[in-house]
């Protein structure tokens, strides 16, 4: 296919789902990049112009707009010196110049080899200096292809391309929800950085591919034919997990692969959010579900907007498997992220998701202009304005090295990031190379260099414009150690005095142990401490008199009551703990999961300390009355217990997603729930809630009874 072709077939795609598109501005930018690139390779064995059409094609993929897909061909125009910004202007305009500057910009950032820990700054770094999405959309792609075609590159090159495909770039791709692109480039690097581990990996897995493939089929079977008895609707998809994930797992956990249960995923999309609750504990119902591995990402979506149902079971012959249930809607969010939600703005919500559900989008709601009515993709991406991190900035070190400081900050704040020392001799800074005030606020992306003079000393001025808490505390330290070491002097200058005045010599005590024990009677540690507290004027001299041993004509002049005891701080600061049951394991019991705020009583068992029982509890009563004990709570902090609670409801699949959704509302975790459906048309389902105390899960309950529909909410038992 020659290079023209491609071009149509990318320009097709795109009035596909724009036809408004401005075809004249993507045909021009197709002719600059041609002209630009004629006779110049990008990579000695790379077809001509491969790599620009290969990213605007993954742009036309991600139904980007005209402006996007023209901004593809020249990307990297800047950094080869292709073309100027003002040539950019001219022939394509400021918005397509200004989208190729940011992909410019972003292109500068380099993960160097030994630093990956900074790679999270790095990511947070492109996102706060990016504005436009759009520009990390053409990056994303950009180093997509790379990674395609990374044998072209030079052996000692492909590395740090890897590296950041792996470190930068899958992580921004899962943050904008772009989970297909996430999963290429993490396993695309994968084989580059970890050659002998993918190689092997791969090999082992060919060997299983038919019984994984026959495994994949026999559960897409069963599934459908449960979905079709319960007169659910929903498409079974099946597919192994990559490669990356896999061997994250087994390095995370020490595990060989074959001890890697769950290889397999499980996807079923249905019509609407109640039937995702449906199938879910249809599924539950089926196959014995995995405790502690049910998410509920609909109730409480990912930052990313990602919202499914999640959960593992044991399903047939023994395997664990993952199921996620979604929606239409939900499923192509996964796969798009922001790309596919302009359509919202247009006023189209697509199939199964309400307008009450689409405000449950608040990662979206934030990063949207509020103005109404886009229609097209370009209106929207015009519109629409990163800022993630409005409360931070991103700079460099000369080394390379990223500070994450305030918005706001200044040199002396960055000063102080690099190094207490630093920051107390800092005389000027550099920014970008020329030289600034110390209060000049820092922008993302700048490179910073600080001044210093080994003489050099805090002012108490730079309190007034410093951001960081760092900053601040080392500030205010400085001030405080030299203000005391002005108050050590200042006090051991008014005691010599003062002794003098009595006929003593004061140095005959400095270095004695009746002058530390006299600090300690004014409940301080050292000498140098007593001396601040007379610099201060908190201790008179005359009371340190008072507390050495003299004279006894002069004793008895000075002499003094000692001061009152403090009180010993009480128990009750300890934390959580159940009185009377010091230094003894105790567990709740299960048959009645006590929550604070109940009585309870403590019964003593065989090698498994003390166990805690409702007070009520059937169990409480039974067995040896000597082995009961009186206990109470006592909490100092913050903690969950997990209670059963049933609901009986109407049978509606509405119903449930609504409980569902009340329950992530009040902030209470859901670790399971199982539906019964009983003959008379009603249902029972079981949560397994984590709640804080009896008041919390009284809360709970009485919101559960308000809910429409609910005809019962008690607190069961195992």
């Not at 996807?267 to 998410?295: F, M, N, Q």
């Not at 068992?605 to 009563?621: D, E, F, P, Q």
Request: neutral net charge; contains cysteine; proline residues 5%.
């Amino acid at each position: 296919m020659t290079a023209v072709t491609q071009y149509f077939q990318i320009e097709d795609q795109v009035l596909r789902y724009f036809p408004e598109a401005d075809v004249g501005l993507m045909r021009r930018a197709y002719a600059l990049c041609a002209r630009a690139h004629r006779g110049k390779p990008r990579l000695p064995s790379e077809p001509y112009l491969e790599h620009y059409l290969e990213t605007a094609s993954l742009m036309a993929r991600l139904h980007m707009d005209d402006h996007t897909v023209a901004a593809c061909f020249l990307h990297d125009a800047l950094d080869d010196g292709a073309l100027s910004a003002d040539a950019l202007k001219d022939h394509l305009g400021e918005h397509v110049a200004a989208i190729i500057a940011g992909v410019h910009r972003v292109s500068q950032f380099r993960l160097e080899e030994g630093k990956e820990k900074q790679a999270e700054d790095l990511r947070k770094m492109i996102l706060a200096m990016t504005r436009d999405v759009r520009v990390i959309f053409i990056k994303l792609a950009d180093v997509l292809h790379d990674a395609r075609v990374i044998h072209r590159f030079s052996p000692n090159d492909r590395p740090a391309l890897a590296r950041e495909a792996m470190e930068i770039y899958a992580p921004l791709a899962s943050r904008l929800g772009i989970e297909w692109m996430k999963v290429e480039l993490e396993d695309r690097a994968f084989e580059v950085l970890h050659p002998d581990a993918f190689a092997q990996l791969q090999t082992r897995l060919q060997k299983t591919e038919v019984e994984r493939r026959r495994y994949i089929d026999e559960v897409r079977h069963i599934l459908s034919a449960k979905l079709q008895e319960s007169g659910l609707k929903g498409r079974v998809l099946g597919r192994p997990k990559h490669l990356y994930s896999i061997y994250r797992k087994m390095v995370a956990q020490h595990l060989d692969l074959d001890r890697i249960y769950d290889l397999i995923a499980f996807r079923i999309i249905t019509d609407s959010v109640p039937a995702c609750y449906e199938i879910l504990a249809l599924v539950h119902a089926t196959w014995e579900p995995v405790p502690g591995r049910y998410k509920d990402y609909i109730a409480r979506p990912k930052a990313n907007m990602y919202q499914s149902l999640h959960t593992t079971v044991i399903g047939p012959h023994q395997e664990r498997m993952e199921v996620q249930i979604r929606t239409e809607e939900m499923d192509r969010v996964a796969n798009e992220g922001i790309a596919a939600h302009w359509l919202y703005k247009e006023g189209r919500p697509l199939e199964g998701v309400s307008r009450e559900e689409t405000e449950r989008f608040s990662w979206l709601r934030q990063l949207l202009e509020p103005e109404k009515g886009w229609r097209d993709p370009k209106s929207f991406f015009q519109n629409f304005h990163l800022d993630l991190y409005p409360d931070e900035v991103y700079v460099f070190s000369p080394d390379g090295d990223v500070k994450v400081l305030p918005r706001g900050a200044t040199p002396i704040d960055f000063a102080y990031a690099v190094h207490t020392e630093v920051g107390h001799r800092c005389v000027g800074a550099r920014v970008n190379g020329k030289i600034v005030p110390l209060r000049s606020e820092l922008s993302n992306g700048d490179m910073v260099e600080i001044i210093t003079a080994p003489n050099h000393k805090p002012s108490k001025d730079w309190l007034n414009f410093v951001k960081s808490s760092k900053a601040r505390s080392r500030i205010r330290h400085w001030i405080k150690t030299e203000e005391r070491d002005r108050s050590i002097a200042m006090g051991r200058e008014i005691c010599e005095r003062e002794f003098r005045k009595r006929g003593l010599n004061f140095n005959h005590y400095i270095n004695s142990p009746e002058l530390l024990e006299a600090a300690r009677q004014f409940s301080l540690r050292t000498v140098d401490d007593l001396l601040a507290s007379v610099g201060y004027k908190k201790v008179s001299p005359v009371q340190l008199i008072g507390r050495l041993p003299l004279p006894e004509a002069e004793e008895e002049e000075f002499r003094e009551e000692k001061p009152p005891e403090k009180k010993k701080p009480t128990k009750a600061d300890e934390g959580i703990r159940v009185q009377g049951v010091d230094d003894v394991l105790f567990r709740m019991a299960k048959c009645c999961n006590p929550l604070p705020g109940e009585p309870i009583v403590g019964y003593i068992t065989r090698g498994r300390g003390v166990t805690i029982h409702r007070l009520s509890c059937k169990n409480a009563g039974t067995g040896d009355e000597e082995r009961r004990i009186d206990v109470q709570w006592d909490t100092g902090e913050a903690q969950t217990y997990p209670v059963d609670i049933k609901v009986v409801y109407d049978g509606d699949r509405a119903t449930v997603g609504a409980l569902s959704t009340l329950l992530g509302q009040l902030d209470v975790t859901v670790n399971d729930f199982r539906i019964h459906r009983t003959g008379d048309g009603l249902a029972h389902c079981r949560f397994r809630v984590e709640v804080r105390d009896s008041e919390h899960l009284s809360r709970v309950m009485t919101a559960l009874r308000n809910e429409k529909n609910v005809y019962e909410v008690v607190r069961t038992s195992e």
